[in-house]
């Protein structure tokens, strides 16, 4: 593993939000919820373009060259897009998160707003639009422009370093809030929980997200080199977004 890549995932967890206690009110996990969203949306496509890349669905239907990584990423898809509830229903992560935020009170317009946006529009209007703050535009225009690459290595590389493998890191300290051990969060604290389990552990998505990016690049020290710049670019924006999310929380 790239050490400079270790590092600057270290640089995230030790940063402002993820130390200092960042969510100390229900108003404040709301407004972490109403920016977070988007990062969370921003994922699916992350990995929908992964899965696109690596098991497309193009008919006449061919054998692809990869098939350990179409049942990885399948596998991952699986549980992403349509993750068994407690109750026995199925949902995708996002619309869980959405159920989360209606039952904690955040605003679900923007959000709702910008998909429709979205869907009539195309995403480059959508993230010109009033629905987007700016620290979720400037987040997701990285992750589009990764997505732009067309290059398996480069989006499996965000999606794993700069999504799965510090997913479960993050989620176990925002856990740990004390708004969420007093509130009745039940929605929110199964996304968390879920993530941490899912993501984690040897048999985690994070792993094998890991076998995944290591087969796609195939030893090529072109590709290795792309990918590991395309990590570390996920992973310093995701320090900017939770740490000007965090700017916001402790300016009020």
């Known amino acids: 593993m790239n050490t400079k890549i270790e590092k600057t995932k270290s640089e995230l967890l030790s940063s402002k939000f993820f ?7 229900v108003n404040d996990l709301q407004t972490v919820m109403e920016h977070h969203v988007f990062a969370v949306w921003d994922f699916m496509c992350l990995a929908k373009s992964l899965q696109g890349l690596i098991a497309p669905t193009s008919i006449p239907w061919l054998p692809q060259m990869e098939p350990n990584g179409v049942r990885l990423i399948n ?3 699986l549980a992403e897009e349509s993750d068994i509830l407690p109750d026995g229903t ?6 869980l998160y959405i159920k989360a935020m209606k039952d904690v009170g955040a605003d679900t317009r923007p959000i709702l707003g910008f998909l429709d946006k979205v869907k009539n529009d195309g995403v480059p209007n959508a993230l010109q639009s009033q629905y987007i703050s700016p620290i979720a535009k400037r987040f997701m225009s990285l992750t589009f422009e990764q997505i732009a690459t ?8 965000s999606f794993t370093h700069g999504r799965e493998a510090i997913v479960p890191l993050m989620f ?7 708004v969420l051990k007093n509130q009745s969060c ?3 604290d199964y996304y968390l929980e879920r993530h941490v389990n899912v993501d984690g552990g040897e048999e985690g998505h994070a792993a094998m997200a890991v076998i995944l990016l290591d087969s796609l690049c195939k030893g090529s020290e072109k590709k290795i080199k792309e990918a590991e710049m395309a990590a570390l670019f996920a992973i310093e ?9 965090h700017d916001i929380l402790t300016s009020r």
């Open 19 to 25: 130390v200092q206690p960042s969510i100390n009110s």
């Open 75 to 77: 596998e991952i898809i």
């Open 90 to 95: 199925y949902l995708s992560h996002f619309e």
């Open 150 to 157: 067309n290059c398996p290595w480069i989006v499996c590389a």
């Open 172 to 178: 176990q300290r925002i856990r740990k809030s004390n």
């Open 186 to 188: 039940v929605a929110f």
């Open 237 to 245: 924006s995701r320090i900017q977004f939770w740490t000007e999310i």
